[in-house]
Structure formats: C-alpha cells, structure tokens
C-alpha cells in the first residue's frame, strides 16, 4: 500500500514521498508516516516528535494554536458553510 511520509530534517518537513512502508524503511534520514492523526503535513511545517503532529504556519495573527492538537484556531468560531475569515474585522464573512 502506497502512504504518504514527510522528510524531516532538524523539525521541519523537507520533502513529501508516496512509498511503501517496506520502501521508506530503506531511505536514509526520518520520514513520518502522514496521517489523520499527525495533521496534514507540507514542505517548511514543523514536527513535533513528542505529539507525533504536524504544525502549519500560522494563518492570521490573531489565530491562537491549540497546544494539544497543534492546530491554528481563530479565535471566533466558524459558522456553518463557505466562510472566509476577515481578519481586520475578526470575524468569518461569505465570500462574494
């Protein structure tokens, strides 16, 4: 079965690679297994090897991480459906 792993050179991802487990076990360097549970993973995010999870760039300034999950949260709650988030205004708008 074909995964998807990250590359990971002193905490950041370098390098995303589709392979086999048997395949990734003979490269050299770490890779880590992307999944649901490690968040989603892209070239320059972090990886904190304690959590086993990726940490995206922070969206907007105002967004607070989540320390548990290591995911960016804004600091109003989402509405249901298409929304954008108007960071001047700190608040989620329809698209137009």
Do not use: C, R
């Not at 320390?67 to 509405?79: G, I």
Request: hydrophobic share 35%; net charge negative; no cysteine.
């Amino acid at each position: 079965m074909i995964n998807k792993y990250a590359k990971i050179e002193n905490g950041l991802v370098v390098n995303l690679i589709l392979s086999t487990d048997s395949e990734i076990s003979s490269q050299s360097g770490t890779h880590v297994k992307v999944t649901d549970s490690t968040n989603f993973a892209a070239i320059g995010y972090e990886y904190n090897s304690e959590k086993n999870k990726f940490k995206a760039w922070q969206p907007y300034p105002s967004w607070i991480l989540n320390e548990e999950t290591l995911v960016w949260e804004s600091p109003v709650a989402k509405p249901e459906g298409a929304m954008i988030w108007n960071e001047p205004e700190q608040s989620w708008i329809i698209p137009q």
